[in-house]
């Protein structure tokens, strides 16, 4: 074991940030590159673009869950995590070296329908990043203990997988987005495979002595009750993209969706005040994350086609900032196109600059004031961001100053929520739990396809900042009713046997 590892020094919990931050670049590229790709290389619309992000989604429920409780109960290349993260990495490089030639591919194999051999290698890259992302999370609950290392573990994750994304978007704007596909290929590749093997895992972990919980089926279906609206809104819009006769049902249901998700959330509070447990707590923090979640990744497909209706149009293309950026990198004068792909890259960019350096002060406030107060605040400036875009956002500096807000939310998404949610589940079944809370994730990414819908139909990409906006409100609503996790010196009184 490295010396380091011993004394859970900075170094060290840098270190063991890096598999996610191979995961956090695979992100970066992929909002990038590959609604930009799909929309100005293959003509693709709105629609269809958000067809294609279902992939990831559909990966996520069944890639967190399986690898989670596997990885929880198995042990070889010696640990429980490695495997996984080194498997999954090099699946990502893979989906990110075939990503430029879906048109090639596709000749190749006879499939003439893009969207079907886009949605396959956005399907294997989402996997990837599934099959690595909960191992790469559950390896840090797992190494430190509960409380305020904890806490740095999951803000050091953040820290070096933010810059790491905001270096992507750099890369964007400096090489095009398909050069940047071929990067990221070598930097997964070498941020998730090398930096693990000298990472030592604990072959006995803690289990909680109290609970007497078996997970099938059955039971993970009871523990996301919360979510059923998403998911049934999830099936509806994969079974609606074949089936255009269900059209007229599409508003209606995701109407019902989000009726039926705020209804349970009342109710999760309801209880909550007369019983306080960890399973309830789990609940409540599974569907606020949820309605962040479907605003953030609406932002992240359909960004781009807001600033070629609303931006573009209002400002010359020889004035933008971000070409004139990329213009001084590349010496290359910059088209319509890439002007849209520019803006989006430089905005996410400051998004994750910004998330990449909040947590510190997060982490100073949280001991302030606690961590949940501390995400509340944080989440609150996205509700601002994204209302100021909506309302305010005409020209190019608008989106970046709208960004600046949001990715102040974005630092505590990312990090705290973790930290937080970690310390209301059995320590032993860890990669099972990040598992079952990321479908709180994955499962409203879904919800953005009926997002795409709305503005499809109505023409209106206002609406894009004002749904999230209305959203992450939501989302601020329920987290107020979450209780703060006892401090790790009281931890070991805990109720974990609730579950």
Same mark, same amino acid.
């Given at each position: ?56 989604? #559909? ?43 879906? &048109? ?18 956005? $399907? ?15 390896? #840090? ?21 933010? =810059? ?15 050069? $940047? ?72 249901? $995701? ?143 608008? =989106? ?23 310390? &209301? *589940? ?27 819908? *709305? ?45």
């Amino acid at each position: 074991m490295l010396n380091i590892q011993k004394k859970l020094s900075n170094p060290f919990l840098a270190l063991l940030a890096l598999p996610a931050t191979a995961v956090g670049f695979a992100l970066s590229t992929q909002i990038a590159a590959l609604s930009w790709i799909l929309s100005k290389k293959y003509n693709l619309d709105i629609h269809e673009v958000a067809f294609v992000w279902l992939a990831g989604p #559909i990966a996520g429920i069944f890639g967190q869950i399986i690898v989670g409780l596997v990885s929880d109960n198995v042990w070889f290349m010696g640990g429980r995590r490695r495997p996984f993260i080194m498997i999954g990495g090099m699946i990502s490089t893979l989906a990110f070296l075939a990503l430029p030639y879906i &048109r090639e591919i596709s000749q190749i194999t006879g499939i003439t329908d893009i969207i079907i051999i886009a949605s396959i290698i956005a $399907l294997f890259l989402d996997l990837s990043v599934n099959v690595t992302f909960n191992p790469a999370r559950s390896i #840090i609950a797992d190494l430190t203990p509960e409380g305020k290392i904890r806490m740095a573990g999951f803000v050091w994750m953040q820290i070096v997988s933010g =810059f790491f994304g905001v270096f992507a978007y750099f890369l964007s704007m400096v090489f095009g987005n398909e050069t $940047l596909l071929f990067i990221a290929a070598f930097l997964v590749f070498a941020t998730a495979v090398f930096p693990i093997l000298f990472i030592e895992e604990k072959k006995e972990v803690e289990a909680d002595t109290k609970s007497t919980e078996k997970f099938g089926v059955s039971q993970i279906l009871k523990e996301i009750f919360p979510l059923y609206g998403f998911l049934v809104f999830g099936v509806f819009s994969v079974v609606n993209h074949f089936n255009e006769s269900l059209a007229p049902y599409h508003n209606p249901i $995701l109407i019902a969706a989000l009726a039926y998700s705020i209804v349970i959330g009342i109710t999760l509070i309801i209880k909550g005040l007369k019983t306080v447990s960890n399973k309830n707590e789990f609940h409540k923090i599974m569907l606020a994350h949820s309605f962040t979640w479907v605003a953030f990744q609406s932002m992240f497909i359909i960004s781009g086609f807001f600033i070629e209706k609303q931006i573009l149009p209002n400002v010359e293309i020889s004035t933008l900032t971000a070409n004139w950026f990329a213009q001084a990198l590349t010496g290359v004068t910059q088209s319509a196109d890439a002007s849209v792909g520019n803006i989006v890259s430089l905005g996410f960019l400051i998004l994750n600059f910004v998330g990449a350096v909040f947590p510190l002060l997060l982490q100073s406030v949280s001991r302030k004031i606690g961590r949940v107060k501390t995400y509340i605040s944080a989440l609150s400036f996205a509700v601002v961001g994204y209302f100021y875009i909506a309302f305010l956002g005409k020209l190019e500096i608008d =989106f970046y100053i709208g960004m600046f807000l949001v990715g102040i939310g974005w630092s505590a998404v990312i990090s705290i929520v973790f930290a937080i949610m970690s310390e &209301r *589940v059995n320590p032993a079944k860890m990669g099972l739990y990040m598992g079952v809370f990321n479908l709180a994730v994955v499962l409203p990414q879904m919800m953005s396809n009926g997002v795409a819908n *709305v503005i499809k139909q109505t023409e209106n990409y206002q609406l894009l900042y004002i749904i999230c906006g209305l959203l992450v409100a939501v989302s601020v609503l329920f987290w107020m009713f979450v209780r703060e996790p006892q401090q790790s010196t009281n931890q070991s009184n805990g109720v974990r046997g609730s579950h």
